[in-house]
């Protein structure tokens, strides 16, 4: 729907604006529940179902989209067309792939409550601040990145940033310093939105109209899958190594050296992908 609404020149800007908006609310809608239900339980669900009237009132806001032609009936054969669209265009495959496996390696969150409460033993407080450092990082690079946009080189950028994102992970899993752990969770969340940003425009980008759904389904379904997957072998890898402490450190580290290889083996695999430039639109060819 965005790209539809969107201009090609300010695509890039509205994916910033709508990650950086998703982040905050990932840290606001805690805070302020956890506010609400000092006041009772009821208080807290009429305020979340207010807020959910008023985000489909405010559907109502969009323009609206001029209409398409008339849709072919579905056939196993067109719902598959999305899969061999993005085998066939390598730039697409190189970014959904290269998504699934940075983030399947560098996931840590399952693993916050164990650096809370045996390794940096912050108690409650500090796991929540642990959780929401990620999103603060994205929320404050969303900023830098809206007023800097990315005008160049973005494949080898967002290369640089995976890579980044497999080298702070590791900086947290090794940490035992509660600052420095934050600011590691931080920066990973920085670098994380950069990528977010140029990987979903490339995307949107390199894909046409008449499969952008489709693209967009299994898209979504490999991001759900990617984030649950790496928080399962984060995990399934601390229990088998030891417990507590002693299995969660070496997972992490572990995790963050993996994501740091997937991002070279991608950007050797990928040369389309690591060689794409601009977000405008200018360079694609469908």
């Not at 649950?228 to 402490?245: C, N, S, V, W």
């Not at 990928?270 to 601009?278: C, E, G, I, K, M």
Request: proline fraction near 6%; hydrophobic fraction near 55%.
């Amino acid at each position: 729907l965005v790209v539809s609404l969107v201009p090609t020149k300010d695509f890039a800007n509205a994916v910033t604006w709508n990650s950086s908006a998703w982040q905050a609310a990932t840290i606001i809608g805690p805070a302020a529940g956890g506010l609400l239900v000092g006041f009772g339980p009821d208080i807290a669900y009429g305020a979340a179902f207010a807020m959910m009237g008023l985000g489909a009132l405010l559907v109502f806001a969009i323009p609206k989209l001029p209409k398409s032609p008339p849709k072919e009936r579905p056939t196993l054969s067109n719902m598959l067309e999305g899969f061999r669209f993005i085998w066939k265009q390598k730039i697409i495959l190189g970014a959904i792939s290269l998504d699934l496996f940075a983030v399947l390696m560098g996931g840590v969150v399952a693993l916050l409550p164990i650096y809370a409460e045996d390794i940096l033993h912050l108690g409650p407080e500090g796991l929540g601040w642990l959780r929401a450092a990620p999103a603060i990082g994205a929320i404050a690079m969303a900023g830098v990145i809206a007023t800097f946009p990315i005008k160049d080189h973005a494949g080898r950028i967002m290369f640089v940033c995976v890579a980044l994102f497999g080298v702070f992970t590791v900086v947290f899993g090794l940490s035992t310093v509660a600052w420095l752990s934050i600011v590691a969770l931080i920066l990973l969340g920085a670098v994380d939105m950069v990528s977010v940003v140029i990987r979903e425009t490339l995307l949107q980008l390199w894909t046409p109209d008449d499969v952008r759904g489709r693209v967009n389904a299994v898209n979504s379904v490999f991001v759900s899958a990617s984030n649950e997957l790496g928080e399962f072998r984060a995990g399934t890898m601390a229990h088998a190594i030891g417990p507590a402490a002693i299995g969660a450190v070496p997972a992490v580290v572990i995790g963050g050296v993996g994501a740091f290889i997937v991002a070279g083996a991608w950007a050797w695999m990928f040369p389309t992908l690591r060689n794409a430039r601009r977000l405008d639109g200018a360079d694609v060819k469908h």
